[in-house]
């Protein structure tokens, strides 16, 4: 099994999401694993309801839980969609809640 499996196991993420990359940040202050994700390119996303095409991103980042003894961050180009009546609304995520800076683990 190779990493991004597993990641994306453990993170159960659902399609269209998918992990990226991942890398391991070790300074002589602290020691974090960043799993950066993203979505299958010309993907649709659900708002009310409706399926939008994606307007534009927004990069966001989340405190998750710890892998072995070490912090883990994750990272995303969150899609934002452009509603039937022009407002630009950020899709949620199944990972955390809306406005979260933190996984839902």
């Keep these: 099994m190779k990493d991004h499996e597993l990641f994306a196991q453990a ?18 202050m602290d020691r974090v694993l960043h799993i950066y994700l993203k979505h299958k390119r010309r993907v649709k996303f659900e708002y009310e309801g409706k399926s ?3 307007y534009d991103h927004q990069q966001r980042s989340w405190e998750h839980l ?4 070490h912090r883990c961050q994750v ?7 452009k509603t039937e009546d022009g407002q630009v609304k950020l899709v949620e ?4 809640k ?5 996984t839902l683990l």
């Design 52 to 54: 939008y095409s994606i």
């Design 11 to 28: 993170l159960d993420l659902p399609w269209p999401w998918m992990i990226d990359k991942v890398e391991f940040e070790d300074t002589e």
């Design 66 to 69: 710890k892998f072995f003894q």
């Design 93 to 96: 995520v199944p990972w955390a």
């Design 75 to 81: 990272h995303a180009a969150i899609p934002r969609i």
């Design 98 to 102: 809306p406005g979260s800076s933190f």
